[in-house]
């Protein structure tokens, strides 16, 4: 998959906040962290709940279920009970406009 999908304008993302998109038939959550802009799977590899009821503070992304801790940056577990990484995906910024591309690779994506 090639194609990009919007996530909406840059500066309507508040850091700390995600949001969901489709990403095909995935639904994917999209974070601003202070130094750019980051996807990841909106599943919790843990319990399987969605990722965007949760929150992320400085890099981690915090799913409140069972409080599982990844690195928003790169989809690695900071802290259990997950043990699987989250999915990672492509995010580029274009005129303005945050667009999700397709999932990064497992050589990209640490533990996978």
């Known amino acids: 998959m090639n194609e990009f999908v919007s996530a909406g304008k840059a500066e309507d993302f508040e850091v700390g906040k995600m949001k969901v998109v489709k990403v095909g038939d995935r639904e994917v959550a999209v974070t601003k962290v202070d130094d750019g802009f980051y996807a990841f799977s909106n599943e919790?590899?843990?319990?399987?709940?969605?990722?965007?009821?949760?929150?992320?503070?400085?890099?981690?992304?915090?799913?409140?279920?069972?409080?599982?801790v990844f690195d928003a940056t790169t989809g690695a577990v900071l802290q259990g009970p997950a043990y699987d990484p989250l999915q990672t995906y492509d995010v580029r910024v274009e005129d303005g406009e945050v667009l999700v591309g397709a999932a990064k690779s497992a050589e990209t994506t640490p533990g996978a």
Request: net charge positive; aromatic share 20%.
């Open 44 to 68: 919790c590899t843990h319990s399987f709940h969605p990722m965007h009821f949760g929150y992320v503070k400085g890099k981690e992304a915090v799913c409140i279920y069972h409080w599982a």
